[in-house]
C-alpha cells in the first residue's frame, strides 16, 4: 500500500480513534502555544462566493499516523507519529464546543489515548473547569491547556457558533498515513529537523521502541516501558528543582533537564551538530535488543543517582558545588569519583581546592583582586560545614543565578555619591547614626548645600565613622564581603550603620545574605560590648584572623599567621 497524503478537516477526525504511543513526549503545550491556535482559527475568513483574495480553509500543520490494529476493543486504531500537541488541544476544543449543548444534543469526539497513562482516556472525557488535575505531568499540562480554552472563551459578544462551524468545516490538518512498520524511524526522521524536539525527546523514542523487545512478549514491553516512562518523569522531576539543578549545571537553558546526562555520556561530541547526542545513542541502538535498553538505561541511572548522593550529603554538596563555579567540569568529577573510594574522592576535592589557591596570600589581597570572589565564597561555605549543629546548605542556584559583588564593609572615599538626589539621601541616612556629642557634625550635614560643600561635609563624615581603624589601607581583604549586586548598589556606598540596617531589612524581606556577610553586619567578631554603629579596628583584625582560620585547611601558608596571632 502506498502512503496516503491529503487534507481532512476537523469534522473527519471525530468519528476516529487515537493512540499517542509510549516513544512520544508528552503533551506540553502552554497558554502561549493553545492562545495562537485560538487566535488563528478566530481570526481567518473563509472565503465567500465573488471573494477572490481568500482561502476557503485554515490549515493546521501536518498530523502524521500509522493504522495500528486494537485486538483488544477490536476497533482500528490510529497511532499518532507526530502532531499529538496539535491533536490533543483540537480535542479540547471540540470538547469545550460540545459542553455548550444538553447532554443528548453533544457529539461523539474522537477517542484520544495515551499509552503510558491508561487512565487518559475516562480523564479526557471528564474534563472540568478549573480543576488543575496534578496527578501526573501530562494531566496538569492537559487541564491547564483546558482551563486556556475555557477563558479564552469568555469575551463579550463572541459568536460561538460561528466559531465553531469555521473550526469543525473550514479547518484542516496535513493527514500523512504511513504504511511503514518502523514506527520510531519515521518519528525520528521526521522530527529530527524540528527545533522543538530535543535529543533527549528523540533518545526516549529510542528507549521506548518496542522493535527492542521480543514481540511475543507484549506484556513485558508494557511493563519495561512503564517503567522507563515512570523512572524517567521522576529523574526529570528532581532536575526540575532549581537547588537541585544549578548545584550540578551551569546556565544551560535545557527544557528537558535529563538531557545533561545524555550529554555526558556522549563519547562523540560534536558542537557542530546539535543533535550529536542524539546520533551518539541512536548508533547504542543500532544492535537491538532488551538488553541493549538494560544496560544504558542503568548508566543513565547512575549518573543520576551519584548527583542524588552529592546533592544530599553536606561535604560533598559544597565542595563539588564550589569547585563547578571554580570551572570544574561536571565530567571530570565523575570520572575521578568512578576511580576512587568515596574518602579517596573526597580527598581529590580537598586537594582540587588547594591546588586553585596554591599561591594565593591573604595579607596582600587588594580590592579588585578577581580572586577575592572565590576566597570569600570558600569562606562560606567552609564556616557553614565547620558547624556540625548547621544543617543549611548554601544555594548555588542564587549564585549562579543573580550578580555578586565583592562589598566594602566601612565606606571608603573615593566612592562619591554622583548625583544630586544621592547626595542628600547618603546624608541624611548618615545624620541618624551620628553621635548627639557630635553636634558640630551633625549640624554640617544638616545644614550642608550638596551643590556646594557636599564633597568637605562627605569626607568628615566617613573619617568619622571610620574613627577607630588604623591606618588609611580599607581596600585588603579585612574590609571585604560578598553581597548581592542590588543589595549592594541600592545603598551607595552608605555608611557602616545604614549598610548594617540595610542588611538586617534585606534578610527580613527574604533575600540571601551570605553567612560570613551577616556576621560581619552583626557584629559577631566584636567584643562586648559592641560599637554597633563603627567597623572598628578590632572588628577588623578579628574578621581577618577568623578568614584566616578558616581557610588555612586550603592556604598552608597562613598557619603561620594564626600561630602568630595567637
Request: hydrophobic share 35%; aromatic share 14%.
Amino acid at each position: 500500500m502506498d502512503n496516503i497524503l491529503e487534507l481532512k478537516t476537523i469534522n473527519e477526525l471525530q468519528i476516529m480513534n487515537f493512540l499517542i504511543p509510549s516513544y512520544q513526549r508528552g503533551f506540553r503545550w502552554s497558554k502561549k502555544e493553545v492562545t495562537e491556535l485560538l487566535n488563528d482559527i478566530s481570526e481567518f475568513t473563509p472565503k465567500q462566493i465573488g471573494d477572490t483574495d481568500k482561502k476557503t480553509w485554515y490549515c493546521l500543520q501536518p498530523i502524521v499516523v500509522k493504522v495500528k490494529a486494537d485486538a483488544e476493543i477490536g476497533t482500528q486504531q490510529y497511532e499518532v507519529i507526530d502532531g499529538q500537541q496539535r491533536l490533543t488541544t483540537i480535542y479540547l476544543i471540540l470538547y469545550y464546543l460540545n459542553q455548550l449543548y444538553t447532554e443528548e444534543n453533544r457529539e461523539p469526539l474522537f477517542t484520544l489515548n495515551y499509552e503510558t497513562r491508561p487512565e487518559s482516556h475516562s480523564f479526557l472525557e471528564k474534563l472540568e473547569k478549573d480543576i488543575i488535575n496534578e496527578s501526573n505531568i501530562d494531566f496538569y499540562y492537559i487541564s491547564r491547556a483546558y482551563e486556556t480554552i475555557c477563558d479564552w472563551f469568555k469575551k463579550d459578544n463572541f459568536d460561538r457558533n460561528e466559531f465553531q462551524s469555521k473550526f469543525r468545516f473550514n479547518t484542516k490538518v496535513i493527514w500523512y498515513e504511513s504504511n511503514e512498520d518502523d514506527s520510531v524511524a519515521i518519528f525520528t526522521r521526521i522530527n529530527i529537523g524540528k527545533i522543538p524536539l530535543t535529543n533527549a525527546e528523540l533518545i526516549k523514542a529510542l528507549f521506548m521502541n518496542s522493535s527492542n523487545f521480543e514481540k511475543k512478549q507484549s506484556d513485558r514491553i508494557r511493563l519495561k516501558q512503564l517503567e522507563i516512562s515512570t523512572e524517567w518523569d521522576r529523574i526529570e522531576h528532581a532536575l526540575q528543582n532549581d537547588m537541585f539543578w544549578y548545584f550540578i549545571s551551569g546556565h544551560e537553558v535545557i527544557t528537558n533537564r535529563i538531557e545533561l546526562i545524555f550529554n555526558l555520556m556522549n563519547e562523540e561530541k560534536d558542537e557542530s551538530d546539535n543533535y550529536s547526542t542524539f546520533r551518539y545513542f541512536n548508533k547504542k541502538f543500532q544492535n537491538k535488543s532488551e538488553k541493549t535498553i538494560e544496560v544504558n538505561w542503568i548508566e543513565i541511572k547512575n549518573y543520576f543517582q551519584r548527583f542524588e548522593e552529592w546533592f544530599n550529603e553536606r561535604e560533598l554538596y559544597h565542595k563539588i558545588g564550589f569547585l563547578l563555579i571554580e570551572g570544574e567540569t561536571i565530567g571530570n568529577l565523575i570520572s575521578k569519583s568512578k576511580t576512587k573510594t568515596k574518602r579517596g574522592f573526597k580527598e581529590f576535592l580537598d586537594d582540587t581546592i588547594k591546588a586553585k589557591f596554591k599561591n594565593i596570600h591573604l595579607e596582600d589581597l587588594q580590592y579588585g583582586d578577581k580572586i577575592i570572589k572565590s576566597i570569600l565564597l570558600l569562606y562560606n561555605i567552609q564556616t557553614m560545614l565547620n558547624n556540625d549543629k548547621d544543617n543549611s546548605f548554601f544555594p548555588f542556584y542564587l549564585f549562579k543565578t543573580g550578580k555578586w559583588d565583592i562589598e566594602h564593609i566601612t565606606s571608603v572615599k573615593d566612592k562619591i555619591p554622583d548625583s544630586k538626589q544621592h547626595k542628600e539621601h547618603w546624608l541624611e541616612d548618615a545624620k541618624d547614626f551620628i553621635e548627639d556629642k557630635n553636634n558640630e557634625l551633625k549640624n554640617k550635614v544638616v545644614n550642608c548645600n550638596v551643590i556646594n560643600n557636599f564633597d568637605e561635609v562627605y569626607e568628615e563624615v566617613i573619617a568619622y565613622f571610620n574613627t577607630n581603624l588604623k591606618g588609611d589601607d580599607i581596600n585588603d581583604i579585612s574590609n571585604l564581603t560578598l553581597l548581592d549586586s542590588e543589595t549592594n548598589r541600592g545603598y551607595k556606598n552608605a555608611v557602616f550603620p545604614v549598610k548594617r540596617m540595610t542588611i538586617i531589612q534585606k534578610e527580613k524581606e527574604g533575600t540571601f545574605i551570605p553567612l560570613c556577610t551577616k556576621n560581619a553586619f552583626l557584629k559577631y567578631f566584636s567584643e562586648y560590648p559592641p560599637k554597633m554603629s563603627f567597623w572598628t579596628q578590632e572588628d577588623r583584625e578579628n574578621y581577618y584572623n577568623d578568614i584566616v582560620q578558616v581557610l588555612a585547611i586550603y592556604l598552608p601558608s597562613q598557619k603561620d599567621e594564626i600561630t602568630n596571632e595567637q
